[in-house]
């Protein structure tokens, strides 16, 4: 039990100091760094951000369809079934957005993260490049964590849209509810606090994404057949985070 504790407190120390690390080479690496760095950033967008657009589209379409369904009937007995509007909007754009596509990008980019460095590391393709002088941190972490820190925002705000565009449908074709009736109800209560807050969280989910898989990934040890349960622990690590990061937020800004 207590060569556990201490286990622990060596790997998060360990940790911190890889995200201290990446942060010194993003911001120390002068503006030689960025000439390559542009590229692979934009590469990252592409693959962390444009290809991960159907599927947040998709379940934040459904999730606010599900949210119609599941309260619009209680609010229908009281006569006040319009309002759904506003629990959709504020729910979304406040929690369930930022929240459910950091979910949706933590399983599906930090996982891949996870595999392809760890895959390079298990082959010494990391090492290899140390030998080279070259710093793998400033190639394979810094673009990543650029990427996702600038998507993730971004997927987060098309997936508020898409899960309010979703519920207006389901709520006119299940409680016809005037799509003009359901777009004011939700600018009446949507609140530009309420989307800053989301975006805000979303950009601080993407960090956490990417520091938890490459550095999973970089303190992967052992043959081929450890990369899938680092990626398995990396994915589990990154929702974990996501959901303490979320309650931390939720209590300190309201």
Not at 176 to 199: C, E, N, S
Request: hydrophobic share 55%.
């Amino acid at each position: 039990m207590k060569d556990s504790f201490f286990a622990l407190l060596e790997d998060w120390g360990a940790s911190l100091r890889f995200f201290l690390r990446t942060l010194s080479t993003l911001f120390l690496g002068g503006g030689r760094a960025w000439r390559f760095r542009i590229p692979l950033v934009l590469d990252q967008i592409r693959r962390t951000g444009v290809m991960s657009v159907p599927i947040v589209l998709l379940v934040a379409g459904l999730t606010g369809m599900i949210l119609v369904l599941q309260t619009a009937y209680q609010l229908a007995r009281f006569g006040q079934v319009e309002l759904v509007a506003s629990l959709v909007g504020v729910s979304v754009t406040r929690e369930l957005g930022p929240l459910m596509t950091a979910i949706i990008v933590a399983g599906r980019v930090g996982a891949a993260f996870t595999a392809e460095l760890g895959t390079m590391n298990v082959n010494r393709e990391i090492l290899a490049a140390e030998t080279m002088a070259v710093d793998p941190v400033d190639f394979l972490v810094v673009p990543r964590f650029l990427a996702l820190g600038i998507t993730l925002p971004c997927l987060t705000t098309l997936a508020n849209i898409a899960a309010i565009l979703f519920a207006m449908i389901a709520g006119y074709g299940m409680y016809d509810i005037p799509y003009d009736t359901f777009l004011r109800v939700a600018r009446q209560w949507i609140q530009t606090k309420d989307i800053l807050h989301g975006i805000v969280k979303s950009f601080f989910f993407g960090l956490l994404i990417t520091h938890v898989s490459c550095y999973t990934a970089f303190s992967l040890k052992g043959g081929a057949s450890s990369v899938g349960i680092a990626t398995m622990k990396a994915v589990v690590a990154g929702i974990v985070g996501i959901l303490a990061t979320d309650v931390i937020f939720t209590a300190v800004l309201g």
